[in-house]
């Protein structure tokens, strides 16, 4: 499964890349509007942080088509390749899918909270599909559960799609679509963070260090 970090602050970005093996940076407008300056601008930092090898998601802000199809345009001459086109799963949406896929632009459906959503991006030739786990969960329904039934449409189709799984609030949520084979899953820095934050997994460490540290009085093999 890829793994993305859905964020736009560059300093935290960073310190991910340094630790994590991660495949790129997801953003929306609301992600962006929490850097304060021109969303665009910030998208160009990523992007310039991130190099041309890794993906960077960035959506288009426009509802009706030929705004979206604009907004496409505009963010791939800003991001360059490897750059996804979010584009929300809604009608005028799935028209600017389907004009972006003729002309080989790669797009992403986002705000999908139900398997139709998905369904119609995929078949529109959306590359990425998103749905929201934890927005479905405040919902009163499983997100998780609706993903997976996303994955199985998808298994069970020729589409050219994967599962951008999206919203999460914990680690939990996020390995039990990647034992599920989900293609990628996209979460906060803290929710990455927290896939190694136990208590038991720190005490190990320290017992390794300490135990060597009896024998020998140094903290590392070249202290
Ligand atoms: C990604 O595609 C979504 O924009 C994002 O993950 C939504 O996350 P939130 O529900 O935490 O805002």
């Known amino acids: 499964m890829k793994l993305f970090i859905d964020d736009a602050h560059l300093d935290e970005i ?3 890349y340094e630790y994590y093996p991660v495949d790129g940076v997801t953003t929306n407008p609301s992600i962006l509007s929490k850097v304060d300056q021109d969303p665009r601008k910030t998208l160009k930092e990523i992007r310039e942080f991130i190099g041309e090898d890794d993906i960077l998601f960035a959506q288009a802000v426009a509802l009706d088509a030929d705004g979206i199809v604009a907004d ?6 800003l991001l360059g390749k490897n750059t996804v086109v979010k584009i929300p799963s809604i009608p005028e949406g799935f028209k ?10 790669p797009t992403c459906g986002t705000v999908v909270y139900t398997p139709m959503q ?8 959306a590359s990425y599909v998103a749905p929201y786990v934890n927005r479905i969960d405040n919902m009163g329904y499983d997100g998780v559960e609706v993903v997976k039934e996303i994955q199985d449409i998808l298994d069970n189709s020729a589409f050219d799609c994967e599962v951008l799984a999206a919203s999460f609030k914990n680690s939990q949520q ?3 679509l990647a034992q599920y084979g989900v293609g990628s899953a996209t979460a906060a820095p803290s929710v990455i963070d927290s896939f190694v934050k136990n208590l038991a997994i720190d005490g190990a460490v320290q017992d390794f260090v300490r135990d060597f540290e009896k024998l ?8």
Do not use: N
Not at 96 to 105: N, V
Not at 118 to 125: I, M, P, Q, S, V
Not at 216 to 223: F, I, S, V
């Open 14 to 16: 960073k310190r991910l």
């Open 216 to 223: 020998t009085g140094k903290k590392a093999m070249t202290d």
């Open 118 to 125: 998905a369904y119609l991006a995929a078949k529109a030739g």
């Open 96 to 105: 600017a899918i389907k004009q972006l896929t003729k002309e080989g632009i």
């Open 72 to 77: 496409a345009h505009m963010i791939v001459d």
């Open 174 to 176: 996020v390995m039990e």
